[in-house]
């Protein structure tokens, strides 16, 4: 879109719009129990006008952020809602519920789903990845009963911090680019980091807010399923094909976006070409949308003589109609964001943290939160932190090990104290059946929790390695 008009504010007025537009928000959502979409778009429009955007720009702006975070959400939600719910309706969900409590036990069954979420969460984004998981962590909690709470909010803690810290997720990818961080060395750093921090901040920290909420019932967002016997479910081999299918695509555009960035490989080369195609999130969830329709569904009715067609339709209807309504929050979040970052309230605050003379990994933690909470994106807070610290780093000659603790660091800052302006805060907490106040005792504690743990151990590395 074009130039923005925007009246000059104070900063300290500006600081007050964001912290009285967020209050107001609460309050429409959790007290008039004005639904989320229409609440984040009102308040968008109201902060926009009260920061200084003109009247003939600030619907551009609300637009603008929706329409990108649409345009980024729409695509993974909808088809990783689609294959979750063919692993659900199909039985896929109870085969691997079924090999997962065999081998883990019933008592392990939280530590069994978050440590598949780690594995799963390794080259996935966090939406879709979630999405993927969530039918297999409703038929382990439905199996066992108890709260639901126990069974998903270890899952979040292993998917948020993958999420935060390992390349190749955007945002620690985005900030060890720009500040010249080895990649590799980088995602050693992370999981040196990373795994304790989700063992304590991520699982053991989940089970006990998981105790706060005893009574959590199990969402039927995805209908209930059908109660196959083994001879109709599809083979466990079967189903590990169609859910690594994404993963091994993605690291193949990852392998090879990597060897075309060393200059390896050119961008002509056809395997460089195709990895582009097929190994993009989105592509790599439609092509395992195809592959489990035929595996999971066509082929065990053609082989009972069972009508397809018209039942399949169905059922991919049925699995997209729930997340229209998450999709649409998504998006009203990330307008929200978009207003907040247009007012330059989180560029004004981390100027002055950055010229305060902090320590360069604490003003980079420091400034990640910032963005952070001014527009609600850990992959803008991530990038825009590692920009703006770029040339003080570049300064001091940091080795390897140093440098990368400092962007886990940088990382670190940006997942944490999520909140109405973060688009995977709705989407999380729609999906879980959280209302507003649940998903900040829940989804915001564990990743503030990460985040300042995570901080601490990269500073503890930076230390040692300086």
């Not at 069994?112 to 780690?118: D, F, G, H, K, T």
């Amino acid at each position: 879109m074009d130039k923005v008009v925007l009246a000059e504010r104070p900063t300290a007025l500006l600081v007050i719009i964001a912290l009285v537009a967020i209050a107001v928000l609460l309050f429409l959502i959790v007290k008039v129990r004005l639904h989320a979409f229409f609440s984040l778009i009102v308040v968008s429009v109201l902060t926009g006008l009260a920061a200084g955007i003109s009247m003939g720009d600030v619907v551009g702006v609300v637009i603008d952020g929706f329409s990108t975070t649409i345009g980024s959400v729409a695509l993974l939600v909808g088809f990783g809602a689609v294959l979750g719910r063919l692993v659900e309706m199909t039985g896929g969900a109870q085969v691997l519920a079924d090999k997962m409590l065999e081998r883990f036990g019933e008592r392990r069954a939280p530590l069994a789903l978050a440590v598949a979420s780690l594995f799963y969460a390794f080259p996935i984004f966090l939406d879709a990845g979630f999405i993927v998981m969530l039918p297999i962590i409703y038929t382990v909690a439905r199996r066992l009963g108890g709260s639901f709470m126990l069974y998903v909010l270890p899952s979040i803690g292993a998917f948020l911090m993958m999420h935060a810290l390992t390349p190749p997720h955007p945002g620690p990818t985005a900030a060890a680019t720009v500040m010249g961080a080895d990649i590799g060395m980088v995602v050693i750093v992370a999981l040196l980091v990373g795994l304790p921090t989700w063992y304590l901040a991520g699982y053991r920290l989940a089970l006990v807010i998981a105790k706060r909420y005893p009574n959590m019932p199990v969402p039927n967002l995805l209908g209930e399923p059908k109660d196959y016997s083994a001879e109709e479910r599809p083979g466990f081999w079967t189903i590990m094909l169609v859910l690594l299918l994404p993963l091994m695509l993605i690291f193949f555009n990852t392998v090879f976006s990597t060897l075309e960035a060393d200059g390896t490989v050119s961008d002509s080369n056809i395997a460089f070409q195709v990895s582009r195609l097929i190994g993009t999130t989105s592509m790599a969830l439609l092509i395992a949308d195809l592959l489990a329709m035929v595996l999971f569904y066509v082929v065990p009715r053609r082989r009972a003589g069972e009508r397809v067609g018209g039942l399949l339709e169905d059922l991919v209807d049925n699995a997209l109609a729930p997340v229209c309504s998450i999709i649409l929050i998504t998006g009203a979040g990330g307008a929200f964001g978009k207003v907040l970052t247009e007012t330059g309230i989180g560029k004004t605050l981390a100027d002055g943290l950055h010229a305060l003379g902090l320590p360069v990994i604490l003003a980079g933690f420091l400034i990640a939160i910032v963005f952070r909470v001014a527009q609600g994106s850990a992959t803008v807070a991530a990038t825009t932190a590692g920009s703006i610290m770029a040339p003080a780093v570049t300064s001091m000659n940091l080795g390897a090990i140093a440098l990368a603790a400092v962007v886990v660091a940088i990382t670190a800052g940006s997942i944490t104290f999520s909140h109405v302006n973060d688009s995977g805060f709705w989407l999380i907490g729609r999906f879980c059946g959280f209302d507003t106040v649940t998903t900040l005792k829940t989804w915001t504690v564990v990743a503030t929790a990460i985040g300042f743990m995570s901080f601490a151990l990269a500073s503890v590395v930076y230390v040692v390695a300086s």
